[in-house]
């Protein structure tokens, strides 16, 4: 603990801050540089430690950045949680305002109706593996395999609001059912 | 089907709007986001949603966070933005550290273990089911379909990067759709 508290959340600033602008794609591929920093560069914690604090946020509601105020609060306290939250999530913010003025302002060129046509796929795709590579995860036994159909029959097939989904995850995984 | 009537948030709408999305989002909210956005509160058309998501997705941080930046800047300029990205990680922060306090004492118990294993295990589906429902929008346009498929196996099933793969795929897709459409 040679560190003094300014300089530690400079740094949790500075870290978090670039990650914030090199997070193509979502916040997961930032992972491996967030372990690298947090616990090789930092001795902030162990790998051990980053492991839970990831696993407990993805658990938690709300989007899959969430680790990083976590592992801001861990670090140095209350002000740790609210340097790294603003660090995170303020450039890529400001990136994304700008980016969409520019996107609005040439809505009548026509090179911009091809270029929207041709992001949707790519969407879809990203959306699509998104959802191979989480099932892939999760669905390791039958009961997961099932839990996971009926979700996906049921909002199909009704407008049904997918918490009522979450929740009947929840349940039937809580009675170890299968499991 | 007929487009319904759209509405038109205020700053304290989106600010709330994304207050409970944050709040219900377990297991990745972009689903949940679809769902409050298109179908429950009417924001935007499911084409106008599509549009801001592909959008978000080529740019820096979490799709949902620039979805949140990007609707909120749509209705309401720069203070609609801060609202609903403010709104949108007010209560997860809250409850992730938290959680972080509690969790030690109950890591252990095999009814909560099991809970959330069946608790991703429906997350999965909410996923896959906002894939297939995104999906709609190439119906007829079998040159998307395969843009889509081949990014599907080059991320999932290959498991290649993925600022190289945009890199290649968005370029060679814009140019499928220019062709197709001139």
Redesign the interface.
Known sequence: MSETLVETLAALALIFAQLSLIAFGGGNTTLPEMHRQVVDVHHWMTGADFAALYALAQAAPGPNMMVVPLIGWQVAGFAGMLVSTVAIFGPSSIVTVIALRLWRRSKDKPWRAAVQAGLVPISVGLVAASAVIIARAVDRDWIFVAITALSVAVLLRFKVHPLWMLAMGAAVGWTGFGQ | MAEMERETPTIGGLFKGFLLL???????????AR?MVV?KRRWLTAAEF??L??????????????LS??IG??FRG?PG?AAA?MG??A???A???A??VV?ARF?HD??VV??????????????????????T??RR?P??????????A???GFHLP??PT?LI??PV??????RV?A
């Open positions: 944050g709040l219900t989002g377990f297991g990745g909210v972009l689903p949940l769902h179908e599509n549009e998501l592909s959008l978000c997705q080529f740019l820096p941080g979490g799709n949902i966070i620039n930046v990007a800047l749509h720069v933005a990205i949108l990680i209560a997860p922060t409850i992730v550290v959680l972080g969790y890591s095999p009814h099991h809970m959330f294993a069946g608790l991703a295990a429906a997350a999965a589906g909410l996923l896959i089911s906002m894939a297939l429902k995104l999906a929008a190439l346009r040159f998307g379909i395969a843009v889509a498929l081949a990014i599907l080059a991320i999932a993925l600022v945009m795929a968005a897709s814009i140019f499928l759709m220019m459409r």
